[in-house]
């Protein structure tokens, strides 16, 4: 009697183990569909000028590393939108998750972002940039009571140009 529930408590966690990858993949699969949703709706969003469903994809603690190691607060980047919105004609941008690694409650995620920028002079309307910008970047994302947010960006590679010409790094 005892060999048989020996027996049966092995195939039981023979069981939960061959089970384990699937519920994994599901938990990934799940993540990153609320993750891509997320980034799809601040793009929309910024489309149409609306950022608050941008900053609402932020933790209170969140903060972006450059390239070169700068570091940029949430309240940076809220200002630095803000000053991007003002001067934008048009916005579109389009984020793609290539890469997610769940970790229990935190995804890493590689994304390819793509963002044209119309951009209109406040001085002289007559003056307008188009600014296309290209990066990949390695996001943190924390699941919470409010779903999943970010809490860290870090930018991986960088390219964008003024009108068709190259642009120096900014920093």
Known sequence: MRHLRILTL????????????????????????????????????????????????????????????????LAELKESI??????????????????????????????????ELFLVNPQDPSQTAKIVADDTSEHTWVKSAKGWLLKKARNLTSKATMNGQPMPDSE
Request: charge should be positive.
């Open 10 to 73: 092995s195939a039981a966690i023979l069981a939960m183990c061959s089970l384990t990858p699937a519920i994994m993949a599901d938990a990934t699969a799940d993540a990153k569909k609320a993750i891509q949703a997320s980034y799809d709706r601040s793009n929309n969003g910024l489309a149409h000028k609306e950022t608050k469903s941008l900053i609402d994809m932020y933790t209170p603690d969140y903060y972006a590393i450059s390239k070169k190691g700068k570091k940029t607060s």
């Open 82 to 115: 803000k000053g991007i919105v003002a001067a934008a004609k048009t916005i579109k941008a389009s984020t793609t998750v290539q890469k997610i690694v769940l970790k229990g409650n935190e995804a890493i995620v590689t994304t390819k972002e793509h963002t």
